[in-house]
């Protein structure tokens, strides 16, 4: 009787051991995905004006913000106003991509995917390259590219 009961003990303790490791696993899960920083494109132009807020938001200044952001898990999205394909006339190349876990996702810009025009008519001849990814876990959903020639 005492072996049943010891066996049924460290079962019992068995699972609570299991179901603490999941929780402390879902715990840290939760807390990973709450430090994501989302930045919003709100405009097709290509300026950077220092800041990406409410009031203006360029894809060069989200890059650049995703940058900075201490290493915490960045998503740039889209939401630019008014008729699609939204058109970004790029005056140079983008800022590279620096910092790992960065997303940039084209798809949330309502419409259709494509609707998310990167146009290189304007770059200088110099240029390779639109966008340059220089850290891991980097993603890259939805954007056309117009007009490169290499």
């Known amino acids: ?11 019992k303790m068995r699972i609570f051991a299991t179901l603490l490791f999941v929780l402390l ?3 840290l899960h939760v807390n990973t995905i709450s ?3 989302t930045y919003v494109v709100n405009t097709n132009d290509d300026t950077n004006d220092g800041n990406c807020n409410a009031a203006h938001c360029s894809l060069r200044e989200a890059i650049l ?20 394909p939204q058109v970004i006339d790029l005056t140079a190349t983008l800022p590279n991509l620096t910092d790992g876990n960065t997303t940039i996702d084209a798809t949330t ?17 110099v240029n390779d390259h639109v ?7 980097t993603r890259i959903f939805g954007l056309e590219i117009r007009n490169f020639d290499v």
């Open 1 to 11: 009787m005492w072996v049943f009961t010891s066996r049924i003990i460290e079962d």
């Open 25 to 27: 696993g879902l715990s």
């Open 35 to 37: 430090a994501q920083v």
């Open 65 to 84: 913000a995703a940058n900075s952001d201490g290493g915490q898990a960045s998503r740039i999205e889209f939401q630019i106003p008014g008729t699609n």
């Open 109 to 125: 810009q309502s419409g259709l995917i494509g609707d998310i025009v990167l146009d290189c008519s304007n770059l200088p001849a």
């Open 131 to 137: 966008i340059e990814v220089l850290a891991d876990r």
